[in-house]
């Protein structure tokens, strides 16, 4: 069936390095993508959005890049802080309309290196 | 604004009791949705309500599991009879469904534990 999935399961950077999380998803129907950050025995925290319409979306210390021909997703965090450390997922919302509940990818959890 | 709160944060119960699960979203918010989060499977969406009505429960993994929304500020999840494959942290969240704004924000989780 279709799916979101993530490519590495643990990323370790350090400190002050840039990192590069990335995710890919099979649902070509898709066009809405989400960013979520879970810190440990919190609840999954929006990070940033992407619509299919965009290639690419900056916030504060984050970038996320949008590849529909490959169907690929990535997140950028620059100038990573030890409060980087988390597990984060992508999300993704098929383009039927309305608020839709959104499926999840397995997760990678980035490990900031002091 | 206190965010989408969740009670309790813990549940431990034994196999065949019933669970409920409580969720009062962020006022103002008109879709909630219940997840589940296991190591296995990850986050996976169980049920979601528009403006209080369900709209979408093929993730209720079966009849045991049962979820009602009866007013805007209130949303249980109840499992009848529990087994220990439920356990699980369970993530209620909510979101203003806008046409362009999809952003859910989510609560801390119960963690259900069924011995």
């Known amino acids: 069936g279709e799916s979101v999935g993530l490519h590495l399961p643990t990323l370790s950077v350090q400190e002050g390095d840039n990192s590069i999380i990335n995710c890919a998803y099979s649902?070509?129907?898709?066009?809405?993508f989400i960013w979520y950050k879970q810190e440990s025995g919190k609840g999954p925290q929006f990070i940033i959005d992407?619509?299919?319409?965009?290639d690419k979306r900056q916030g504060q210390r984050v970038t996320v890049l949008l590849n529909k021909t490959v169907k690929h997703l990535s997140l950028q965090i620059a100038a990573t802080q030890p409060g980087d450390s988390a597990v984060y997922f992508c999300?993704?919302?098929?383009?039927?309309?309305?608020?839709?509940?959104?499926?999840f990818g397995k997760g990678t959890h980035l490990i900031i290196q002091p | 604004d206190a965010g989408v709160i969740q009670s309790p944060r813990h549940e431990v119960t034994e196999m065949g009791q019933e669970v409920t699960l409580r969720c009062k979203p962020i006022?103002?918010?008109?879709?909630l949705f219940w997840y589940r989060q296991t190591m296995m499977r990850g986050l996976e969406l169980l049920i979601y309500?528009?403006?209080?009505?369900?709209?979408?429960d093929s993730g209720m993994p079966e009849d045991r599991f049962s979820a009602k929304m009866p007013n805007a500020s209130f949303s249980t999840l109840k499992i009848q009879p529990s087994e220990p494959r439920d356990s699980a942290v369970y993530f209620c969240?909510?979101?203003?469904?806008?046409?362009?704004?999809?952003?859910?924000?989510f609560g801390p989780g119960t963690r259900l534990t069924v011995l």
């Open positions: 969240a909510s979101s203003l469904w806008s046409g362009a704004n999809n952003e859910q924000f």
């Open positions: 649902n070509s129907a898709s066009d809405y």
């Open positions: 992407i619509r299919s319409n965009m």
């Open positions: 999300a993704e919302k098929d383009a039927g309309g309305g608020a839709d509940g959104l499926t």
């Open positions: 006022s103002g918010h008109n879709s």
């Open positions: 309500f528009n403006n209080n009505v369900p709209i979408d």
